[in-house]
């Protein structure tokens, strides 16, 4: 079935011609036609303008054309969140308490708690439960307005464990009508049994994992938490050197807790994207500059860790573009509200709303390998937008935060909500 909205009050993120991302002062631009129409056929963008150019087609009417009447309410891309943890077991608001108490993350982590905690309940899960709570987890952010998502392994931590929850998510994407990336983490924490020997840990990830996510093609890119008391930057060369061997890309977490050297060693393997980079200075942005690397930042982690924020405005200042993503995990982000996120961008990161809206459309797209086919509305790209509740403005989005702007999501040209 082919969909026509009409009497959109404002198309939001259009591009006439297709670009891979939006970075400095280009951000601060947002396209957008006002009294829209937009067309999908086929699951694809297949036309949009203003109302007035309309040409009515002939099946108009017909069944296989559905017309949605958009009268005062905006049409968006669906947002792309290029980081999550969506799949996990449980949750972890004890740690939270503690947290509130006063103990850090690496405190909670080195006494057998976050990525741990998690791991431990992931063992004891089903392939079945599992998909059954991240199932309820897309459902969830759908209705916030997401349309692609990356989900991470690495609360696994054993092969075994690690394979499983990438089955997971390859069963995700078979089920989901979103468009899903996953990314192997085995490195996201050294294991208990392996406290000590983290080289070991280390030998264990190239020489065991790796080669067996690659061979059953369970993930589109490799990840490591590149950070004090995680992974060295050495740990993070020899990982990501073995994952490029079997064609997967890096895209790692990287100067969450301290100026790790995650960044440079990121952009060194032509990362697709680093992520968090709270401790962002000079050298960094320097590092980052005139490279194929996305910085995404992730408001999300940042606020519900009480951590310094990274210098969005200085990072786009300087002429580098800008991502948004949730982070959605059990630890330091229970949330995957984009909307949320978007608001977050523009409040405490003092983004304007057409720059955070750029970072969590097209620069999330393309932090996740998809800016040719999403992030914009623009021909040929997938059909994945949402349609807004009636809304006063563009800048609206952002700063109504909390409440939930979005009435319908349509994904790939099917009408979800
Ligand atoms: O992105 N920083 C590392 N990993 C996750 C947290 C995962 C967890 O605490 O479960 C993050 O914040
Ligand atoms: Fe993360």
Request: with cysteine; charged share 25%; glycine share 8%.
């Amino acid at each position: 079935m082919n969909i026509l909205i009409i009497n959109i009050k404002e198309l939001v993120q259009v591009e006439n011609a297709c670009r891979e991302w939006v970075a400095g002062a280009e951000m601060a631009s947002l396209k957008t036609i006002k009294d829209a129409y937009l067309m999908i056929s086929r699951g694809k963008i297949s036309d949009f303008g203003k109302m007035s150019d309309l040409f009515m087609p002939e099946d108009a009417g017909n069944r296989r054309l559905q017309i949605i009447d958009a009268r005062g309410k905006m049409v968006f891309p669906a947002f792309c969140d290029s980081h999550t943890h969506l799949v996990y077991a449980g949750s972890r608001e004890i740690e939270y308490v503690d947290k509130i108490r006063g103990l850090s993350y690496e405190e909670i982590a080195k006494r057998g708690g976050g990525i741990l905690n998690s791991a431990k309940r992931l063992h004891e899960a089903s392939e079945t439960e599992l998909i059954a709570q991240a199932m309820e987890r897309l459902e969830e952010i759908m209705h916030y307005g997401t349309g692609a998502v990356e989900i991470k392994s690495g609360y696994g931590l054993n092969a075994q464990d690690e394979l499983k929850m990438l089955r997971v998510i390859s069963k995700l994407k078979e089920f989901s009508p979103l468009t899903i990336k996953s990314t192997f983490l085995g490195a996201h924490a050294v294991p208990a049994e392996f406290k000590g020997r983290q080289h070991e840990y280390v030998d264990v990830v190239i020489n065991e994992m790796i080669p067996m996510v690659a061979t059953e093609n369970l993930a589109d890119y490799i990840d490591v938490f590149c950070d004090k008391g995680f992974f060295t930057t050495e740990d993070t060369e020899r990982i990501l050197m073995a994952g490029i061997k079997y064609g997967l890309r890096p895209k790692i977490h990287a100067n969450e807790l301290d100026y790790s050297g995650g960044i440079q060693v990121g952009v060194k393997y032509n990362a697709l994207s680093v992520d968090h980079l709270e401790y962002t200075g000079d050298a960094e942005i320097r590092a980052l500059s005139g490279s194929e690397t996305m910085p995404a930042i992730l408001p999300g982690a940042a606020f519900f860790l009480n951590m310094p924020l990274a210098p969005a405005r200085k990072m786009i200042d300087a002429g580098l573009p800008v991502a948004l993503a949730s982070d959605f995990n059990p630890g330091s982000s229970p949330s995957g509200n984009m909307q949320l996120i978007l608001s977050m961008g523009c409040i405490l990161y003092r983004m304007t709303p057409e720059e955070a809206i750029n970072a969590t459309t097209l620069n999330g797209a393309y932090a996740m390998g998809v800016s040719d086919e999403l992030g914009s509305i623009a021909i040929g790209k997938k059909a994945n937008v949402f349609i807004t509740k009636p809304i006063p403005s563009v800048e609206f989005m952002p700063y109504a935060y909390g409440s939930n702007k979005v009435e319908s999501l349509i994904l790939e040209g099917k009408i979800m909500f």
